[in-house]
């Protein structure tokens, strides 16, 4: 009968460090996926500010061609 009862807190002890296993692993996987959201949200933010940039850097070429342009009427041959 002791054998038994030795057998059965084993078992409910293993199956206690199971189920804590199981909760930090749920844990770290929630923490992953969090991390990936926020990588998410800041990779959207880049690719934002990366299109601004574009528009940004377009633009100035453009008022440079203007600029020379203007430029051009100054010249003395």
Not at 26 to 33: L, N, R, T
Not at 43 to 60: G, P, R, Y
Not at 66 to 72: A, C, F, S, V
Request: aromatic share 2%; no cysteine; proline share 0%.
């Amino acid at each position: 009968m002791q054998q038994i009862e030795a057998a059965i807190a084993r078992v409910t002890s293993i199956v206690g460090e199971i189920a804590q296993a199981s909760r930090e692993q749920s844990d770290g996987i929630q923490q992953v996926s969090i991390a990936i959201m926020q990588m998410d949200e800041v990779t959207q933010q880049n690719a934002a500010l990366v299109e601004e940039s574009a528009a940004a850097a377009a633009s100035l070429a453009d008022q440079a061609r203007g600029l020379i342009e203007m430029m051009e009427g100054f010249r003395v041959g």
